[in-house]
């Protein structure tokens, strides 16, 4: 989702901001109060993105904090359509900053139920919340069993510790 490139050129100042912010989803928002005992699963992927998965098959889809951080203030979101049919890996959506732009990738087969349209008129969601209100679309995903074994996706140390390694 966001090159090497890109990350490595953000300026110090938001160098110690991401070091000092977590990539653990917002307890207070839709993607964690879904369900009333919250998501069943949190994973997150090399790209940046991260999934909510809860008990019923449902997924709440977003982009962590560092690629919040990475991207700069964020000016529009593009919205995936309802009742999409995706693959993983495939584009739904993209958000654009100052900075650039970048497509957001599916981390797992499913269909879109529905998008954020708080976005529409707040792209700056993705900066001050981008593990809760700044969700960018919640999906039905076509085989949540098999969640635990899909390849691409990582627990929350996985991906703090794939960050590290990258630095």
């Known amino acids: 989702m966001f090159s090497r490139a890109l990350l490595r050129t953000v300026n110090p100042l938001r160098i110690s901001i991401r070091a000092q912010s977590t990539n653990a989803l917002s307890k207070t928002a839709l993607p964690f109060t879904y369900s009333p005992s919250g998501p069943s699963a949190v994973k997150y992927t090399n790209q940046h993105e991260w999934l909510a998965a809860h008990s019923d098959g449902t997924a709440f889809l977003g982009i962590t904090k560092y690629a919040a951080d990475a991207l700069g203030d964020a000016t529009y979101v593009e919205l ?64 949540p069993d098999s969640l635990e074994s899909q390849e691409g996706l990582l627990s929350l140390e996985q991906y703090e510790r794939s960050l590290k390694e990258d630095e």
């Open 80 to 143: 995936p359509e309802k009742e999409t049919q995706l693959e993983a890996g495939e584009a739904y959506g993209s958000v654009e900053s100052v900075k650039s732009a970048s497509e957001v990738y599916q981390p797992v087969s499913g269909e879109i139920m529905e998008a954020n349209n708080n976005l529409e008129s707040q792209p700056q969601l993705i900066n001050t919340d981008p593990l809760g209100d700044g969700w960018i679309a919640r999906i039905k995903i076509a085989e």
